[in-house]
């Protein structure tokens, strides 16, 4: 494939910060981003994990910041480190969301350290707000696994050209012991993964991504001392069509099933949207959004997105918590939500 088609495939699959990136040296360059919003529930149940929305007006919750410094340290060997102040993270506390190694050579690229999960179609770019339409990426996908985005391991990424126009993308990957924490809504969670292993497929063309992923962990929940297997499976596919963009995304495990499809319609700086989806099993429930993008700068943006989540009254009833942190029948609470969100995001 000519290298300049592969790299209009690349912009376009991964519209990341490091386009704003400000270099300090020949090799070495510091992007950044951000998002903060207004957001409201009428439903008093904590809505969505790592963000906890209510009833009462939030300027918190969805509050993401992020550092990212690359440096081309010699030949093909380079260097990236991303630290972030996720939603759920005091400013004192960020997160070191990546530090890893790469070495690339021919069409193999190596990589050592702490790595993203390549698991779904925004997984590289998931905090980076003004890379993708929406306020949020779709939760009943994105947070389907607690808000685990990293490992710790290695990776080695194969790129062939099927065709003038094709390029197919595989990469398997191995992640050592790990401990995460996380809070679920009162509740302190601890996780020990003993080993994660996995392989990702991209099938890339000019206006289309095909993502497919599968992944193998082997993890307990602290202080249980059995260890459980978890086999992960996500599909996701992309496609433009003139100001047209449409996507959609599943996953699945021996717990759930989870699924989002997207369309959106560009007109100038203005992009309306609308999503759909539902989740299965552990989580049971359904949601509809739609919003507009408005686009300030090529790096500043700003959504209004109304969000509305509901289930079925036999699953509220049995005390299923659907997106919300809690089942909302332990609060006394409506089984629905309505979702208000105004949110500003940036790169630079």
Same mark, same amino acid.
């Given at each position: 494939m000519n290298k300049t088609l592969l790299s209009t495939i690349i912009i376009a699959a991964l519209p990341f910060c490091s386009q704003a990136a400000i270099d300090v040296t020949d090799n070495f360059s510091i992007s950044g981003f951000g998002s903060t /919003? @207004? #957001?409201? /529930?009428? !439903?008093? #149940?904590?809505?969505?994990?790592n963000r906890e929305i209510t009833d009462d007006t939030c300027y918190d919750c969805d509050t993401t910041f992020g550092l990212q410094a690359d440096w081309a340290m010699w030949g093909e060997l380079s260097s990236?480190?991303?630290?972030?102040? +996720?939603?759920?993270?005091?400013? /004192?506390?960020p997160e070191l969301e990546w530090a890893y190694l790469a070495y690339n050579y021919n069409n193999l690229s190596f990589k050592a350290g702490r790595l993203r999960l390549p698991l779904f179609l925004a997984s590289? $770019? $998931?905090?980076?707000?003004? &890379?993708?339409?929406?306020?949020?990426?779709?939760?009943?996908?994105?947070? *389907?696994?607690?808000?685990?985005?990293y490992y710790d391991g290695l990776s080695v990424s194969w790129q062939y050209d099927l065709s003038d126009e094709i390029v197919l993308t595989a990469m398997p990957y191995y992640g050592f012991s790990n401990t995460n924490k996380m809070d679920?809504?009162?509740?302190?969670?601890?996780?020990? #993964?003993? +080993?994660?292993?996995?392989? *990702?497929?991209?099938? /890339?063309? =000019? !206006?289309?991504?095909v993502h497919m992923s599968y992944m193998n962990a082997k993890y307990r929940m @602290?202080?249980?001392?059995?260890?459980?297997?978890?086999?992960?499976?996500?599909?996701? &596919?992309? $496609? *433009?069509?003139?100001?047209?963009? =449409?996507?959609?995304?599943?996953?699945?495990?021996?717990?759930?099933? !989870?699924? $989002?499809a997207s369309a959106s319609y560009n007109i100038d700086k203005f992009t309306p949207y609308v999503v759909y989806g539902e989740s299965h099993q552990r989580r049971k429930s359904n949601s509809i959004t739609t919003g507009v993008r408005y686009d300030i700068t090529h790096t500043v943006?700003?959504? &209004?997105e109304w969000q509305n989540i509901f289930m079925d009254r036999e699953d509220y009833n049995a005390g299923n918590s659907g997106q919300f942190v809690a089942p909302p029948i332990a609060y006394g609470e409506d089984k629905d939500a309505q979702l208000y969100t105004v949110m500003l995001n940036f790169v630079f």
């Open positions: /919003s @207004i #957001t409201q /529930s009428d !439903n008093k #149940t904590p809505l969505f994990v990236s480190v991303q630290v972030v102040k +996720r939603p759920q993270d005091d400013w /004192s506390g590289e $770019y $998931y905090y980076v707000g003004q &890379a993708y339409t929406w306020a949020r990426p779709p939760q009943e996908v994105y947070d *389907s696994l607690l808000g685990f985005n679920y809504g009162s509740v302190a969670l601890e996780f020990d #993964t003993e +080993r994660i292993a996995g392989i *990702s497929f991209d099938i /890339s063309g =000019f !206006n289309y991504r @602290i202080p249980s001392p059995t260890y459980d297997t978890l086999n992960f499976y996500t599909l996701g &596919a992309e $496609y *433009s069509l003139d100001q047209w963009q =449409f996507m959609a995304e599943v996953d699945a495990d021996n717990l759930q099933t !989870n699924w $989002y943006s700003i959504n &209004a």
